[in-house]
């Protein structure tokens, strides 16, 4: 297929699929018809709305593909997960057709980088280095890292200054919290966080009755900021244990609520009594599923 983008990138990637089907494309055939595809909907005569989108203009839908993902990853929906991922990886094409029109880099200066870094922070699968724990994985991968700056000739910044601000403010605190543990900036066991934990509720509560809104949201913000380091100490993804959470109330809301209707009632119509009461019921219903 043809393009009249100004600085359409066409890109032939050497994919080796798991299972040879001489009667079907390459996953690298496939990979680069996407190119294609994406490079002809931003072309003059292409798709307005495709044209209109800038680099700023596609980045609340990059967040939004990517929490499609996680969403089908919890419900363990597979077909949704291979379609999301599909989704994904589009964002990832359509960023690159911008900047390959803007003469920036192309797609595949994208996939050296990852090919090159993957290899690079993985000496001891690619080379002759030795880890044998995640651990030690880990480990010798940031030090590859902070090696990749100093010969970029970064200047040393402070250890919190690689946590990212733009993302969510639990994975943020999650990242801050285990960035100044690995100084040693830690309590010594999970007992010091649970202790500081009570504290910082006395210290709420304190707040509610003394002092101003600005105090109490300062005040609930260094709870959650402890739960956070709670979630660490416990190897507790606490993202991951807040979205299952939400998923928890979701599922007994929603039990909540037909029970009303059953009872040819709504919200309006009850009492929290009542609403309590079928809430427990569905918690009750949770525990019998889980035993099946």
Request: charged share 30%; with cysteine.
């Given at each position: 297929m043809e393009s009249t983008a100004p600085a359409a990138v066409y890109v032939t990637l050497n994919f080796s699929p798991m299972q040879e089907d001489p009667g079907r494309p390459s996953v690298g055939a496939k990979f680069e018809r996407l190119v294609e595809i994406m490079a002809r909907l931003r072309a003059?005569?292409?798709?307005?709305w495709d044209r209109q989108q800038t680099f700023d203009s596609i980045k609340p839908y990059t967040l939004e593909e990517?929490?499609?993902?996680?969403?089908?990853?919890?419900?363990?929906?597979?077909?949704?997960?291979?379609?999301?991922?599909?989704?994904?990886?589009?964002?990832?094409?359509?960023?690159?057709?911008?900047?390959?029109?803007?003469?920036?880099?192309?797609?595949a200066d994208s996939l050296d980088a990852i090919n090159a870094k993957l290899v690079r922070r993985h000496p001891h699968v690619f080379g002759d280095g030795t880890a044998k724990t995640a651990?030690?994985?880990?480990?010798?991968?940031?030090?590859?890292?902070e090696e990749e700056k100093r010969d970029r000739?970064?200047?040393?910044?402070?250890?919190?200054?690689?946590?990212?601000?733009?993302?969510?403010?639990?994975?943020?605190?999650?990242?801050?919290?285990?960035?100044?543990?690995?100084?040693?900036?830690?309590?010594?066991?999970?007992?010091?966080v649970i202790e500081k934990m009570r504290e910082e509720i006395?210290?709420?509560e304190t707040a509610r009755e003394h002092d101003s809104r600005e105090k109490i949201e300062e005040e609930i913000?260094?709870?959650?900021?402890?739960?956070?380091?709670?979630?660490?100490?416990?190897g507790v993804d606490p993202e991951?244990?807040?979205?299952?959470?939400?998923?928890?109330?979701?599922?007994?809301?929603?039990?909540?609520?037909?029970?009303?209707?059953?009872?040819?009632?709504?919200?309006?119509q009850t009492t929290l009594e009542e609403m309590e009461e079928l809430w427990q019921q569905a918690k009750a219903k949770e525990g019998l599923q889980s035993a099946d």
């Open positions: 003059e005569g292409g798709c307005p990517a929490y499609e993902v996680l969403d089908a990853i919890d419900r363990r929906d597979w077909r949704a997960l291979a379609e999301e991922l599909g989704d994904l990886i589009l964002q990832a094409v359509f960023y690159a057709q911008m900047a390959a029109e803007e003469r920036r880099f192309t797609i651990e030690q994985v880990l480990a010798r991968w940031n030090e590859i890292k000739g970064e200047e040393k910044k402070g250890l919190l200054e690689s946590v990212l601000r733009n993302q969510s403010a639990l994975m943020e605190a999650a990242h801050l919290s285990k960035k100044a543990a690995s100084a040693g900036f830690d309590w010594p066991n999970i007992n010091g006395a210290e709420l913000g260094d709870l959650l900021f402890t739960a956070v380091n709670a979630a660490r100490f416990l991951q244990a807040l979205r299952r959470t939400n998923a928890k109330f979701r599922a007994r809301f929603a039990e909540v609520e037909n029970g009303l209707a059953a009872r040819g009632r709504d919200f309006r």
